[in-house]
């Protein structure tokens, strides 16, 4: 029987707009909580994920978090190449899958960033994954409509911290049986997966302001 391994599969480095994160603390934090295997989403931008794949080819899942032409936001994970900002959803996922990924649905219930649920039904059976716990996402009840979404669908279910910061890297996790890492293996071990962990305080949407703010003024943010 294959060891367990747990997965953050929903995370964010300095390569998003609105997080500070270096990429190497991310994984040592992850490893740290005994997290083996983390996937890199960064906002629009496959650049340190697949520097961090290449680097650490079992411990990193290179991934882009995609802000589509709906607004609503679509992950692909075992990307090859960046998928534009823009790009409209069914097209996104159509992408994601010819690059031979796996199509995620992030937060489907979010406002805003999930469309409230908005394009959830139409877009949930595209997808192979579906996430059913977002470490950012309140209240739980959004989280269980997610479940209930995958369910609905015999989706598989994914889980992510959706850290912006260090302190929320593997706060949410995925439990699966140990696996090399690429796409079918990944969604075998999926099938047997047990999502687990706990909600982030709201106050760490502060840090992701803050992120903002520092990258949209450097200077002045270092000279105060």
């Given at each position: 029987?294959?060891?367990?391994?747990?997965?953050?599969?929903?995370?964010?480095?300095?390569?998003?707009?609105?997080?500070?994160?270096?990429?190497?603390?991310?994984?040592?934090?992850?490893?740290?909580?005994?997290?083996?295997?983390?996937?890199i989403?960064?906002?629009?931008?496959?650049?340190?994920?697949?520097?961090?794949?290449?680097?650490?080819?079992?411990?990193?899942?290179?991934?882009?978090?995609?802000?589509?032409?709906?607004?609503?936001?679509?992950?692909?994970l075992?990307?090859?190449?960046?998928?534009?900002?823009?790009?409209?959803?069914?097209?996104?996922?159509?992408?994601?899958?010819?690059?031979?990924?796996?199509?995620?649905?992030?937060?489907?219930?979010?406002?805003?960033?999930?469309?409230?649920?908005?394009?959830?039904e139409?877009?949930?059976?595209?997808?192979?994954?579906?996430?059913?716990?977002?470490?950012?996402?309140?209240?739980?009840?959004?989280?269980?409509?997610?479940?209930?979404?995958?369910?609905?669908?015999?989706?598989?279910?994914?889980?992510?911290?959706?850290?912006?910061?260090?302190?929320?890297?593997?706060?949410?996790?995925?439990?699966?049986?140990?696996?090399?890492n690429?796409?079918?293996?990944?969604?075998?071990?999926?099938?047997?997966?047990?999502?687990?962990g706990?909600?982030?305080?709201?106050?760490?949407?502060?840090?992701?302001?803050?992120?903002?703010?520092?990258?949209?003024?450097?200077?002045?943010?270092?000279?105060?």
């Amino acid at each position: 029987m294959n060891r367990p391994l747990k997965m953050d599969l929903h995370l964010h480095t300095w390569g998003s707009f609105d997080c500070l994160s270096p990429p190497e603390e991310v994984l040592a934090a992850a490893r740290a909580r005994g997290v083996g295997r983390i996937a890199i989403t960064d906002h629009n931008s496959l650049e340190v994920a697949r520097e961090m794949a290449a680097r650490y080819p079992n411990q990193v899942i290179p991934g882009e978090e995609v802000k589509t032409a709906e607004g609503v936001d679509v992950i692909g994970l075992y990307l090859k190449e960046e998928i534009p900002k823009g790009t409209p959803a069914r097209e996104t996922i159509g992408e994601i899958r010819k690059q031979g990924g796996v199509a995620y649905l992030p937060h489907p219930f979010a406002p805003g960033k999930g469309g409230g649920g908005r394009l959830a039904e139409e877009l949930a059976p595209l997808c192979q994954v579906v996430e059913v716990l977002n470490g950012r996402l309140r209240p739980m009840a959004r989280n269980r409509m997610g479940e209930e979404l995958a369910l609905r669908h015999g989706r598989l279910a994914g889980a992510g911290s959706d850290a912006h910061t260090l302190g929320e890297v593997g706060g949410v996790w995925l439990e699966v049986p140990s696996h090399p890492n690429e796409p079918i293996a990944f969604l075998e071990a999926l099938s047997q997966g047990r999502a687990g962990g706990v909600l982030s305080s709201r106050r760490v949407h502060l840090a992701s302001t803050w992120a903002k703010i520092r990258k949209l003024f450097p200077q002045r943010s270092l000279e105060g």
